[in-house]
């Protein structure tokens, strides 16, 4: 057998190819390197620094940038340039009422905290925090692409306008094109200038593809009573006039010209407000309050979708956003805004009497008082002295009805049968006329009150410098009183005693109880055919104090507290009325001088309705004849 030889050749190949394999897996090994990419931007009034925060060494492999370049062009197309430069990052904009920060990625803002207000359970008051909104631009660009901004990387620089901070988070195409926010903040103010404009993107920007701006926000429950919070809780707009979703339950709407948009909560409201109106905007508001028993983060999620005009292939629009208290004084001062309609005080003419009377009556005692639960009881003071000349009236017309009272029985009498119906009537009516007496004068102020009641009904749960503020053993006056923690629901009551209530009941009770001997004297003698209202009065005595008992047991206890006080000052003035006021000798006197005088020509309406009850007489009497 013939021995091999050494092969030298072969044996410095073999080392060569070894090397050439060891350089290779060298080269492509992971290495640790330091990273520090993501900064915090901290602008407020005095002064602006910036820190690194989470500086951490983290793995990373080492990859040519022109392959990076690649993947990032292949991506982003023209907006690869913006996101081989930015930096993710958050930039604070701080003053003395409000703290906002913003995300480089997405330019928006992410977190928006309240100060000088905390949450039921005192903590801060954030309105944006944890992925609760987002706000994004959709938009095609030329070369096919659709890209999203909530998921790209702006640049931020933070600059001064005079006293305000500026910050201009672009998304660049180059150094001179670019997509811009532009948030201004002042020193003392929830308003925040924010803009939106495009820079050199007329032919980056598809025009045949639809802008489109998104903002969504899931509402944090703030209050202690979630109920009442989650009722005033509402997507409110603003087109030529003031408009809303249903807070009840799941709502949307598709409306024009949308000049502003507010998700609303209770006593705090986000708002963006355009200069420009959104031809047409989408609108949504879904109830995320599954049980009203059981705690939860969020009451309503809220979405605006709008299509914006690009004018020359660019974007240029003007905005505002508002992150603060929903109060009236504060949004009213906006001018030209109309942003005091975000406060739900009332429709039509109960909304009136909230703006002129009863905001300049609160803030003219909370001059003078700083405890709110004896402002409360001063209104109430207020407000009745001023209706007390309508319970006069209404006394007044009782006690004439009580003084006639016999004669219209003896018609009843001298007419018996429904065949004598409206001759009946055609008699009433004239002793009641020669009396100078009126059923309506006892309703009228009646009615009268009812816009009070109602107007009231939306000003104490809308009033934001109630919120928190204690009186007795009331710790909120925005919201319910508790004395006491049942074991168990009960049925539309609640799991909770509030006292407030139950005093405003047993007021309410003994007022009706003393109405109703004033409305049995208003009352004609019960006709044959017609219903006796004095049983359906004594229902009511018994069936109104417990309806107001199970309603206001979890409404705010400063509406309570409203109701107990002015029936108690009601009954008061019931009384000197009744026992120092009216002299039912001198109403007997005034009525018989009355009957004497000569009757006073009849007016069109009166001629008309006793042509129309003559009539009706004759047609009776006809009917009757021919039965016969």
């Known amino acids: 057998m013939e021995q091999k030889k050494f092969d030298a050749n072969s044996f410095i190949g073999l080392l060569l190819l070894g090397a050439i394999m060891l350089w290779f897996m060298y080269t492509n090994q992971e290495e640790v390197t330091p990273t520090n990419n993501t900064t915090e931007t901290v602008v407020d009034s005095t002064k602006t620094t910036t820190t690194p925060i989470q500086t951490t060494n983290s793995k990373n492999t080492i990859v040519s940038d022109s392959i990076k370049n690649v993947a990032l062009q292949n991506k982003l197309g023209a907006f690869a340039y913006g996101a081989q430069t930015a930096k993710e990052g958050t930039t604070v904009l701080e003053n003395k009422v409000l703290k906002l920060t913003i995300d480089n990625k997405g330019g928006q803002i992410v977190k928006a905290l309240v100060k000088n207000y905390k949450t039921y359970d005192s903590l801060p008051l954030y309105l944006i925090k944890d992925n609760n909104a987002s706000f994004n631009i959709n938009f095609g660009t030329t070369d096919n692409r659709i890209l999203n901004t909530k998921d790209l990387l702006f640049t931020p620089t933070v600059t001064k306008n005079g006293e305000n901070n500026v910050l201009s988070m672009k998304l660049k195409v180059s150094e001179t094109q670019f997509l811009e926010y532009r948030y201004e903040m002042k020193p003392n103010d929830y308003m925040i200038g924010f803009a939106v404009r495009s820079q050199g993107l007329s032919n980056v920007l598809n025009s045949s593809h639809t802008v489109n701006l998104d903002w969504k926000l899931n509402a944090f429950r703030n209050e202690k009573s979630l109920k009442t919070e989650n009722m005033y809780s509402e997507l409110k707009f603003f087109t030529d006039e003031d408009d809303y979703l249903s807070a009840a339950g799941d709502d949307n709407e598709v409306v024009d010209e949308v000049k502003w948009a507010a998700f609303k909560q209770h006593f705090f409201t986000s708002i963006l407000i355009t200069d420009t109106p959104f031809n047409k905007a989408s609108l949504t508001s879904k109830n995320l309050v599954k049980d009203e028993h059981i705690d939860t983060v969020f009451t309503k999620g809220y979405q605006v979708q709008a299509p914006l005009d690009l004018k020359n292939g660019e974007l240029n629009y003007s905005m505002n956003w508002y992150y603060g208290p929903a109060d009236y004084k504060t949004l009213k001062a906006y001018e030209g805004k109309e942003l005091g309609e975000v406060v739900d005080l009332g429709w039509g003419i109960f909304g009136a009497i909230n703006r002129t009377i009863f905001i300049p009556v609160f803030d003219l005692l909370s001059g003078w008082l700083s405890n709110y639960g004896l402002i409360i009881i001063l209104m109430t003071i207020v407000v009745r002295i001023l209706m007390s000349p309508l319970v006069y009236k209404s006394y007044v017309s009782s006690a004439k009805m009580k003084v006639i009272r016999p004669e219209l029985q003896a018609i009843n009498e001298k007419y018996p049968g429904k065949e004598n119906a409206l001759k009946r009537q055609q008699e009433t009516m004239a002793v009641q006329r020669k009396a100078g007496v009126s059923m309506m004068s006892g309703c009228i102020p009646a009615l009268l009150q009812m816009p009070i009641f109602f107007a009231l009904f939306r000003f104490f749960p809308s009033n934001l410098e109630l919120r928190q503020k204690g009186f007795l053993w009331a710790d909120d006056l925005s919201s319910y009183d508790s004395v006491f923690q049942l074991p168990f629901e009960i049925p539309f009551y609640g799991s909770h005693v509030s006292l407030f209530p139950i005093l405003a009941s047993v007021a309410i009770f003994f007022y009706m109880k003393m109405n109703q001997s004033q409305q049995a004297?208003?009352?004609?003698?019960?006709?044959?055919?017609?219903?006796?209202?004095?049983?359906?009065?004594?229902?009511?005595?018994?069936?109104?104090?417990?309806?107001?008992?199970?309603?206001?047991?979890?409404?705010?206890?400063?509406?309570?507290?409203?109701?107990?006080?002015?029936?108690?000052?009601?009954?008061?003035?019931?009384?000197?009325?009744?026992?120092?006021?009216?002299?039912?000798?001198?109403?007997?006197?005034?009525?018989?001088?009355?009957?004497?005088r000569p009757e006073k020509k009849k007016g069109k309406f009166r001629q008309r309705l006793d042509d129309a009850m003559k009539q009706a007489q004759e047609q009776q009497a006809q009917q009757k004849r021919n039965r016969k």
């Open 521 to 596: 004297n208003m009352q004609a003698p019960v006709q044959e055919g017609m219903p006796d209202m004095q049983k359906m009065m004594k229902w009511m005595i018994y069936f109104s104090p417990i309806m107001m008992l199970f309603f206001f047991n979890n409404y705010a206890s400063s509406l309570s507290l409203y109701y107990f006080i002015s029936n108690l000052l009601t009954i008061v003035i019931m009384l000197v009325i009744k026992n120092y006021v009216i002299d039912e000798a001198k109403i007997h006197a005034k009525i018989e001088e009355n009957k004497k």
